[in-house]
T-cell receptor
Framework: NAGVTQTPKFRILKIGQSMTLQCTQD?????MYWYRQDPGMGLKLIYY???????DKGEVPNGYNVSRSTTEDFPLRLELAAPSQTSVYFC???????????FGDGTRLSIL | RKEVEQDPGPFNVPEGATVAFNCTYS??????FFWYRQDCRKEPKLLMS???SGNEDGRFTAQLNRASQYISLLIRDSKLSDSATYLC???????????FGKGTMLLVSP
């Protein structure tokens, strides 16, 4: 039972570098989400997708890009890393929008 | 964006105590409600869904009050392992995502 798998688990970037956070789910869920969570704070939605080929912005999309070419994969791209993007990133999926979301175990990203 | 409000706590209780959290939501058209648990530096995990008639799962009881627009979580006989942050989650009609509250921290001490 893999569920939602995120890679890498930890990463340190230098300012201005780019990277892709990977997320894949094996539950055939239509909906997928990316959140960030800063220390001591709540979840903030970055982007979400309602199905392959369809993505939409969440609350804090600036500095990020996503794509959804398959049902299983929903990568998050940081093009020019900034210290403000230091955070824990969670990917989640759900069958439909009003059903519970299942989370991956997160990627801890530090930008120095 | 509609809001989900929670008391951040922390709620400090001894083992064996009963503790209750409330969560208010602003959109009267909300349809789906959940409680999640998040341990320190871990991912949120679904604790239970909240049904209109109320529901119970072992030591945990969830209630929905539509008239006053709040949901509650009651934990009986608290265990040390219940120490975590509890997130209230609401689905707003017309939105494609769930809205997560910022969470209530519970600390259970020996």
């Amino acid at each position: 039972n893999a569920g939602v798998t995120q890679t890498p688990k930890f990463r340190i970037l230098k300012i201005g570098q780019s990277m892709t956070l990977q997320c894949t789910q094996d539950m055939n869920h239509n909906y997928m989400y990316w959140y960030r969570q800063d220390p001591g704070m709540g979840l903030k939605l970055i982007y979400y997708s309602v199905g392959a080929g369809i993505t939409d912005k969440g609350e804090v999309p600036n500095g990020y890009n996503v794509s959804r070419s398959t049902t299983e994969d929903f990568p998050l791209r940081l093009e020019l890393a900034a210290p403000s993007q230091t955070s824990v990133y969670f990917c989640a999926s759900s069958p439909q929008r009003n059903q519970p979301q299942h989370f991956g175990d997160g990627t801890r990203l530090s930008i120095l | 964006r509609k809001e989900v409000e929670q008391d951040p706590g922390p709620f400090n209780v001894p083992e064996g105590a009963t503790v209750a959290f409330n969560c208010t939501y602003s959109n009267s058209a909300s349809q789906s409600f959940f409680w999640y648990r998040q341990d320190c530096r871990k991912e949120p995990k679904l604790l239970m869904s909240v049904y209109s008639s109320g529901n119970e799962d072992g030591r945990f009881t969830a209630q929905l009050n539509r008239a006053s627009q709040y949901i509650s979580l009651l934990i009986r006989d608290s265990k040390l392992s219940d120490s975590a942050t509890y997130l209230c989650v609401v689905n707003d009609q017309g939105y494609s995502t769930l809205t997560f509250g910022k969470g209530t921290m519970l600390l259970v001490s020996p």
